[in-house]
């Protein structure tokens, strides 16, 4: 059953995870994306990077915290996309080894149009030890039933 | 040489590119992130999404940006990573065949500490069409030299 712009609430809280950070997926991707040398070269972060070692790129994190959206708060909804992120914040590092999961708070309904709704969500990604890594406001725009 | 805080102005206005995008490309970032089917299903999205076939995956554009702006701005920068983003907008969708370029320009500077002050900075990624597809403000952390 889709979940339409009508089926969600404010205040509608979800938690979804896990997600396994590897070594071998922070450097693969920063490599493509983000080649900053405290993201792909462990040697040196280990000896002079504020981190004390190698830690994920901020859109690889993003990225993960996508994957656990789609698989977990957006598999049944009727999305057409977002259009946009507010206050996208990186309160702490991902390192190798983390392990992420996600909560998901609906914040706002803005009924926009006839066809469609946007839901504002903030979602926050924490690592084994409870700590945020991640934060963002997410403008989703869901479709409407059209029956109301 | 290395870009200090103290070497950047407000006003600064700098052009990267350019970014071939892949339907290969596409498809395989948001099987692995976003596997939502207007992402990774070309048939399904030709004849069911409003945007007429398969589009990047919003992750994915904020990540060719960021290549972009590493192997530019960034590319010299003495920076120690970012501390969030605001106003992060998809305009327009990023589709197979898009060659895309950045526009960045620094907002605001905040001295914040002794060793490290903050640039504000607005990105902007461009198609070939000259239409704006991404848009973001990057709070950047850069170290200062420390002699002024």
């Known amino acids: ?3 339409y712009y009508e089926d969600v609430e404010v205040g509608d809280v979800e938690t979804h995870g896990d997600y396994e950070v590897t070594r071998e997926e922070i450097l693969s991707f920063a490599e493509r994306y983000d080649p900053q040398w405290f993201h792909t070269d ?3 972060a280990a000896e ?5 070692g190698v830690i994920a790129s901020g859109w690889h994190t993003a990225a993960m915290t996508m994957r656990l959206l789609v698989e977990g708060t957006l598999a049944e909804a009727a999305t057409v996309g977002a259009k946009g992120v507010d206050e996208l914040r990186w309160p702490e590092p991902v390192r190798p080894g ?4 996600i909560e998901n708070e609906v914040l706002e309904k803005v009924p926009e149009r006839p066809e469609r709704g946007l839901i504002r969500a903030r979602t926050r990604t924490y690592n084994g030890d409870d700590e945020a890594v991640f934060s963002m406001i997410g403008n989703v725009m869901y479709l409407r039933r059209g029956d109301d």
Chains 1, 2 share one sequence.
């Open 1 to 3: 059953m889709p979940v």
């Open 42 to 44: 462990p040697d040196r």
């Open 48 to 52: 002079e990077s504020p981190y004390g």
């Open 98 to 101: 983390d392990t992420l999961r």
